[in-house]
C-alpha cells in the first residue's frame, strides 16, 4: 500500500518559515520524482517544487529564493523549507510522487500564514 504522508504544516507569521516533511512508504522512493504542490481556497492546485529522482530541482517563479527541496532517498523523505513566508503561501500542501505511470499523492498539510 502506497502512502505519502505530510507533516510540519502549521501557522506562522509572516516572513517566518516552517518546514515540511513528507514520508513515503510502500514504493521504490529513489525512482520518484517528488514534488510539492499546493492549493489555495478558490485557486487550482500549482506546483511548488519539484526534485528528479537524480537531484534536479524545480521551482514555482514565485517561491524562488524563499523554498528549498530536498529529498533523502535512505529514508524515503522529501522536505520542503520554506522561509520568508508570506501571508499568499496560505494553502493546503500536498506532496506527490510520480514514476512512470504511477502518481501517488498525500493527504495535504495546511500552511497559514498571518499578516
Known amino acids: 500500500q502506497v502512502q505519502l504522508v505530510e507533516s510540519g504544516g502549521g501557522l506562522v507569521q509572516a516572513g517566518g518559515s516552517l518546514r515540511l516533511s513528507c514520508a513515503a512508504s510502500?514504493?521504490?522512493?529513489?525512482?520518484?520524482?517528488m514534488g510539492w504542490y499546493r492549493q489555495a481556497p478558490g485557486k487550482q492546485r500549482e506546483l511548488v517544487a519539484s526534485i528528479t529522482k537524480g537531484g534536479t530541482t524545480n521551482y514555482a517563479d514565485s517561491v524562488k529564493g524563499r523554498f528549498t527541496i530536498s529529498r533523502e532517498n535512505a529514508k524515503n523523505m522529501v522536505y520542503l523549507q520554506m522561509n520568508s513566508l508570506k501571508p499568499e503561501d496560505t494553502a493546503v500542501y500536498y506532496c506527490n510522487g510520480a514514476w512512470d505511470s504511477r502518481d501517488y499523492w498525500g493527504q495535504g498539510t495546511q500552511v497559514t500564514v498571518s499578516s
Open positions: 510502500g514504493i521504490i522512493f529513489s525512482l520518484y520524482a
